[in-house]
C-alpha cells in the first residue's frame, strides 16, 4: 500500500519556524517531522510515499534528493594527480524508500492535493495522514481493521491532551481546580487513514477533505472509526514542538516505535 502524506499547508499557527521551511521540514531532534511519520510506517512495512506538496515545496524536493548523500559517511581525496577530485561512499545508513514529491499547488486545500495525486495511486486502497502529528498508532492492525469493514474510509480516532485546566463549579462558586484528562473530551480525527479509490469520486473542486468530501462519505455511511488510545500529538505551534523535542531528547517519545 502507498503512503499519501499531505505537506503543503503554510503552518501559519507555527510561523515562528514555518516561514523559513514547510511545516512538515520542521526538526525534531534533528530531523523533520516528516521523517518521524516515514520512519513509522517504514516500521510496518509500508516503504512507498506520496508527498502532496505546496508551499516551499522546493525545500521537501531538496531533501530528498540529497538524502542519500547526506545519510552517508564520504571521503573526498584531492590528491589524486594533484588535479582530479575522487569521491568515494565509505558506508550508508539510510532507509530504502520510494518517495515521489508533487507539487499540488499553493493554494490548493488538502482535498483537492489528495485528488492531484489520485493517478500515482491508482485503483488501490492506500494510507494517508498528515505532514505534523505523530502517534504510535498499530498501522498493521489499522489497515486490518479496514479490510474487515468494506467501507471507504476509515481514520484513526483519538483522545487529545487538554490545553487548559478544568474548574468544578457548583452554581458560580469554585470547588476545585483539576487538569483535563482525555475522558473530559471527545474523539478527534487523528489523521492515519486507510482510503479506499472512490473517495476520488467525493472530491470535485478546491475543497478542504475535512468538510464536504468526509460530511459525503459519513452521510453516505462509508466512514469508520478506529479508536487509538494510545500515544497521539500533533505539531500546531512552538509549544507542541518545544514538547516532541522534550520527549525525544530524553529518549521518552512513545511515536518511535522502530529500532534504529
Same mark, same amino acid.
Given at each position: 500500500?502507498?503512503?499519501?502524506?499531505?505537506?503543503? &499547508?503554510? &503552518?501559519?499557527?507555527? !510561523?515562528?519556524?514555518?516561514q523559513f521551511k514547510p511545516k512538515p521540514m520542521i526538526e525534531i531532534g534533528g530531523k523533520p517531522i516528516l521523517w518521524h511519520i516515514? =520512519?513509522? *510506517?517504514?516500521?510496518?512495512?509500508?516503504?512507498?510515499?506520496?508527498?502532496?506538496?505546496?508551499?516551499?515545496?522546493? *525545500?521537501? $524536493?531538496? *531533501?530528498?534528493?540529497? *538524502?542519500?548523500?547526506?545519510?552517508?559517511?564520504? !571521503? #573526498?581525496?584531492?590528491?589524486?594527480?594533484?588535479?582530479?577530485?575522487?569521491r568515494g561512499i565509505i558506508s550508508?545508513? #539510510?532507509?530504502?524508500?520510494?518517495?515521489?514529491?508533487?507539487?499540488? &499547488?499553493?493554494?490548493?486545500?488538502?482535498?483537492?492535493?489528495? $485528488?492531484?495525486?489520485?493517478?500515482?495511486?491508482?485503483d488501490e486502497p492506500f494510507l494517508m495522514t498528515y505532514g505534523d502529528g505523530v502517534c504510535d498508532v498499530n498501522l =498493521?492492525?489499522?489497515?486490518?481493521?479496514? $479490510?474487515?469493514?468494506?467501507k471507504a474510509c476509515t481514520l484513526t480516532a483519538v483522545k487529545p491532551e487538554g490545553r487548559f485546566g478544568i474548574?468544578?463549579?457548583?452554581?458560580?462558586?469554585?470547588? !476545585? #481546580?483539576r487538569e483535563k484528562s482525555r475522558d473530559d473530551v471527545g474523539y478527534i480525527n487523528g489523521g492515519?487513514?486507510?482510503?479506499?479509490?472512490?473517495i476520488f469520486d467525493y472530491i470535485q473542486s478546491n475543497v478542504m477533505f475535512e468538510c464536504d468530501p468526509m460530511?459525503?462519505?459519513?452521510?453516505?455511511?462509508?466512514? %469508520?472509526?478506529y479508536k487509538h488510545k494510545g500515544f497521539w500529538q500533533c505539531m500546531d505551534t512552538l509549544r507542541d514542538?518545544?514538547?516532541?523535542?522534550? %520527549?525525544?531528547?530524553? &529518549?521518552k517519545a512513545p511515536w518511535k516505535v522502530w529500532d534504529k
Amino acid at each position: 500500500m502507498k503512503v499519501v502524506l499531505l505537506a503543503g &499547508g503554510f &503552518g501559519t499557527r507555527i !510561523s515562528e519556524e514555518s516561514q523559513f521551511k514547510p511545516k512538515p521540514m520542521i526538526e525534531i531532534g534533528g530531523k523533520p517531522i516528516l521523517w518521524h511519520i516515514m =520512519k513509522e *510506517y517504514l516500521h510496518y512495512g509500508f516503504d512507498e510515499f506520496i508527498i502532496c506538496a505546496g508551499y516551499k515545496q522546493e *525545500y521537501i $524536493k531538496n *531533501y530528498f534528493a540529497h *538524502y542519500f548523500l547526506q545519510a552517508s559517511d564520504i !571521503s #573526498f581525496d584531492f590528491r589524486v594527480d594533484g588535479e582530479r577530485e575522487h569521491r568515494g561512499i565509505i558506508s550508508t545508513d #539510510f532507509e530504502p524508500w520510494k518517495v515521489t514529491v508533487v507539487d499540488t &499547488g499553493l493554494d490548493s486545500l488538502t482535498g483537492w492535493r489528495i $485528488k492531484q495525486i489520485q493517478d500515482y495511486v491508482g485503483d488501490e486502497p492506500f494510507l494517508m495522514t498528515y505532514g505534523d502529528g505523530v502517534c504510535d498508532v498499530n498501522l =498493521k492492525a489499522l489497515v486490518e481493521f479496514h $479490510k474487515s469493514h468494506g467501507k471507504a474510509c476509515t481514520l484513526t480516532a483519538v483522545k487529545p491532551e487538554g490545553r487548559f485546566g478544568i474548574l468544578d463549579l457548583n452554581g458560580d462558586n469554585v470547588q !476545585s #481546580f483539576r487538569e483535563k484528562s482525555r475522558d473530559d473530551v471527545g474523539y478527534i480525527n487523528g489523521g492515519y487513514m486507510v482510503l479506499e479509490p472512490k473517495i476520488f469520486d467525493y472530491i470535485q473542486s478546491n475543497v478542504m477533505f475535512e468538510c464536504d468530501p468526509m460530511e459525503h462519505l459519513a452521510d453516505d455511511g462509508e466512514i %469508520m472509526a478506529y479508536k487509538h488510545k494510545g500515544f497521539w500529538q500533533c505539531m500546531d505551534t512552538l509549544r507542541d514542538k518545544q514538547k516532541l523535542e522534550e %520527549m525525544w531528547l530524553v &529518549g521518552k517519545a512513545p511515536w518511535k516505535v522502530w529500532d534504529k
